[in-house]
């Protein structure tokens, strides 16, 4: 087991990452989510935040393992607190890469960027493991691209993620893969078929 493995510091950003992947908010709004910001409405649990950079409201339905973590951290003060105390961004990605290697993810990448239509190299290949790109990145962009593919519309993926209805930074976050793109060109060309 992975959690047997982490320390404290660890585990907490362990926590954060999940709660992360499930609500696609920036780290800077996560930290920011309190004990108020949790609601139960017709029997069920959600996230009410409003986002720090775009000033985008947004309800989320909370998945029962995101309640559990919300419990876990929100004690049993009737006061509001702060749910996530993580530090800084610095801090969490750290702790972020560590648990990455922990969980044996070092096969070895190239990293690169793409740069006015050519892809450039970043670092030597040699020198970049997976998990030395873990980030806080990797939680928000794991959470729109999943929210996308099970094929949520983008207009309330935007909300849920606080990006600005015209906002292009919101693709940089999205990662289709080839095989997801093959089966939808391939439903399509099914559909074309019977007509």
């Known amino acids: 087991d992975l959690r047997a493995q982490l320390n404290a510091v660890q585990l907490k950003a362990l926590d954060i990452f999940i709660f992360g992947c499930a609500v696609g908010l920036r780290f800077s709004d996560l930290v920011r989510v309190t004990s108020k910001d949790i609601k139960k409405m017709e029997g069920a649990w959600y996230l009410s935040t ?3 950079k775009t000033k985008t409201a947004s309800l989320v339905r909370l998945p029962d393992y995101a309640i559990d973590i919300v419990k876990k951290y ?6 509001i607190v702060k ?3 993580a530090g800084n961004l610095h801090a969490f990605n750290t702790a972020l890469r ?3 290697e922990v969980a044996g993810w070092t096969e070895v990448l190239g990293k690169q960027r793409t740069r006015n239509g050519k892809t450039l190299n970043v670092t030597a290949a040699s020198q970049t493991r997976f998990c030395d790109l873990m980030s806080s990145h990797l939680m928000r962009r794991s959470a729109i691209t999943t929210m996308l593919l099970a094929g949520m519309p983008e207009h309330l993926v935007r909300k849920i993620s606080g990006h600005a209805t015209n906002s292009p930074s919101f693709y940089r976050y ?3 893969t080839q095989p997801f793109l093959d089966q939808a060109i391939e439903k399509m060309h099914d559909l074309l078929k019977k007509q």
Not at 74 to 79: L, P, W
């Open 50 to 52: 409003v986002s720090k």
């Open 74 to 79: 929100q004690g049993r003060s009737k006061r």
């Open 83 to 85: 749910l996530f105390r």
């Open 98 to 100: 560590s648990i990455g």
């Open 174 to 176: 999205v990662n289709y």
